[in-house]
């Protein structure tokens, strides 16, 4: 099983920009699927983009696309996402996992915990 740990939120003005980064260990990286989720106070968790093994195949939620890139480094172990334009509405601890797209919806692939995750702050 793999281990996924995110980092790099912080406070960013409106339509600035951040990189997450998704480190694993434990399992053999490139045989995963790996995604992050975001969750806000009050508001139901969201898939926000899930990449391939391989990463060759990329989705995203409707409310991100155009301004998130996800990408992976099978060497480094890390999956990173290029948060450009970010909107007040992107403020939220965001989490990594092992993702699926059902019916165009990202959802978690696996189960325990969400772990620490990283807090992204939208403010002026």
């Known amino acids: 099983e793999v281990q996924l740990q995110a980092s790099g939120g912080g406070l960013v003005q409106p339509g600035g920009s951040l990189r997450l980064s998704c480190a694993a260990s434990?399992?053999?990286?490139?045989?995963?699927?790996i995604g992050w989720f975001r969750q806000a106070p009050g508001k139901e968790r969201e898939g926000v983009s899930c990449?391939?093994?391989?990463?060759?195949?990329?989705y995203y939620a409707d409310s991100v696309k155009g301004r998130f890139t996800i990408s992976r480094d099978n060497a480094k172990n890390t999956v990173y996402l290029q948060m450009n334009s970010l909107k007040p509405e992107d403020a939220a601890v965001y989490h990594c996992?092992?993702?699926?797209?059902?019916?165009?919806?990202?959802?978690?692939?696996?189960?325990?915990?969400w772990g620490q995750g990283t807090q992204v702050t939208v403010s002026s």
């Open positions: 990449i391939s093994s391989s990463g060759n195949k990329k």
């Open positions: 434990g399992s053999t990286f490139d045989d995963y699927v």
């Open positions: 996992a092992t993702c699926a797209v059902l019916a165009g919806v990202i959802v978690r692939d696996s189960f325990g915990s």
